[in-house]
């Protein structure tokens, strides 16, 4: 449709209005996998072709194009190589310009977590096209997360390669991958993505305050992925009921004493952020210490008192506490993140992680472009071995 009669003077409200209101009214009522066509559709009346919507792989290696009738297809897209990568990296729309058109990458991002990346070309790209296609990928970036709990469509999308039942289980335990607030951020990344067993994590924004749990259930398989279900579910409950930090410890070991032999155990670090100060108090339960990053180098290992593991029946921990400054990222990591090593030779060990976390983490770049870079560099670092679960977790204190 021409631009002229896009903007048509006469209309009682905007084209862009009326273009996301009708998506708006018509989202509940849709079907998961009409979402694509009703996307698809919304934009050729924008003038838009070779709709794609792409998708992150569990992997965080690739964007996968969601199929469907309207939408283009197509290969998977490398996400350090491609485009729609560098608009989903940086958050940030790319617009490129072909021999018959701009082709335009949006981020799917819905203020909080970024499911992928819309794409479409357009004969021409104005402020207004802009800013409709902005609200229209945070309107579809709501609408994919809302329908996910109801159908595999987009999880099937998302797989690179088969998966596990242990890590089916993880994976609908956690929460979203990342998230953006003003005050503060998170992103997290387990390996092996599609083999993920006994490492788990889960965080909370419950008013000013910031609540993270970071878990390494003995073992691996299906067993694992159990004993990680059932801490984290004891550590959400003790969470939902405001009991005191040292508290939530007591409460998860007896849930996992209770539900398995004496010999089991879990691995546990439970976190608190005040968003208006910065205050950081933390228990740790025979977990690696965390890593305080300051300046884009790492200044400190948060050393504290720790407790048994969850499961053995430790002492209530000690509570530790430091005061953050604006900027400061906290990494937390499993032991399979340092502990990997080939037969006969020395572990990755904690001053290889340190001398790559200072590394990679010299530029000013979005928490979760961090963390996925890490983790990446990390696994080549290793030789692409991972024989256990190498989880991690960076939380950014903003401010």
């Known amino acids: 449709m021409a631009a002229a009669q896009r903007r048509d003077p006469d209309r009682s409200e905007s084209f ?16 998961p996998h009409m979402v694509g066509p009703a996307v698809a559709g919304a934009l050729a009346r924008l003038g838009g072709r070779q709709v794609q919507l792409l998708l992150q792989d569990y992997g965080q290696e690739k964007l996968v194009p969601l199929e469907g009738e309207g939408l283009a297809g197509g290969a998977p897209l ?11 990296l940086g958050s940030r729309p790319v617009e490129v310009v072909l021999g018959d058109g701009v082709r335009v990458f949006v981020p799917l991002w819905d203020g909080g977590d970024q499911a992928g990346v819309l794409a479409v070309t357009l004969d021409r790209l104005d402020d207004e096209d802009r800013r409709i296609l ?19 469509l987009f999880f099937r999308t998302r797989r690179g390669r088969p998966m596990s039942v242990a890590a089916e289980i993880q994976w609908s335990l956690m929460p979203p991958l990342s998230m953006v607030t003003p005050r503060v951020a ?29 878990i390494d259930a003995m073992g691996h398989g299906l067993n694992a992925a159990t004993m990680a279900t059932v801490a984290i579910g004891a550590y959400r409950h003790a969470r939902r009921i405001s009991i005191e930090l040292s508290e939530i410890y007591l409460f998860m070991d007896r849930a996992v004493a209770e539900q398995f032999a004496p010999d089991h155990f879990v691995t546990a670090q439970m976190m608190r ?19 305080l990053v300051r300046g884009h180098r790492v200044v400190r290992r948060l050393d504290s008192p720790t407790t ?13 506490e430091v005061t953050l400054e604006p900027g ?25 992680l340190i001398q790559w976390v200072n590394q990679l983490e010299g530029t000013d770049r979005a928490v979760r472009a961090v963390a996925r870079d890490l983790s990446h560099t990390l696994k080549r670092a290793r030789g692409d071995v991972t024989s256990d679960d190498a989880t991690l977790v960076l939380v950014e204190w903003r401010g």
Not at 18 to 31: F, I, Q, R, T, V
Not at 78 to 88: L, T, V, Y
Not at 308 to 318: D, I, K, N, S, T
């Open 16 to 31: 862009g209005e009326e273009l996301l209101g009708g998506l708006l009214d018509l989202a509940p009522h849709l079907p």
């Open 186 to 214: 998170i992103a997290g990344v387990l390996e092996p993505a599609y083999d993920v067993a006994g490492d788990s994590f889960d965080y909370a924004l419950n008013g000013d305050t910031f609540h993270l749990a970071v």
């Open 308 to 320: 048994l593991p969850v499961g053995f029946g430790g002492a209530q921990p000690q509570v530790s």
């Open 273 to 291: 952020i005040d968003t208006d100060t910065g205050r950081l108090q933390w228990v740790n339960a025979g977990h690696p210490a965390p890593m």
């Open 78 to 88: 490398c996400i350090d190589r491609s485009d729609a990568g560098r608009c989903f």
């Open 328 to 352: 400061d990222h906290i990494l937390c990591f499993t032991d399979g993140l340092i502990e990997e090593h080939q037969s006969g030779q020395d572990q990755f060990g904690e001053d290889q």
């Open 134 to 152: 902005r609200r229209m990928a945070g309107l579809v970036a709501d609408v994919i997360e809302t329908k996910s709990g109801y159908t595999d």
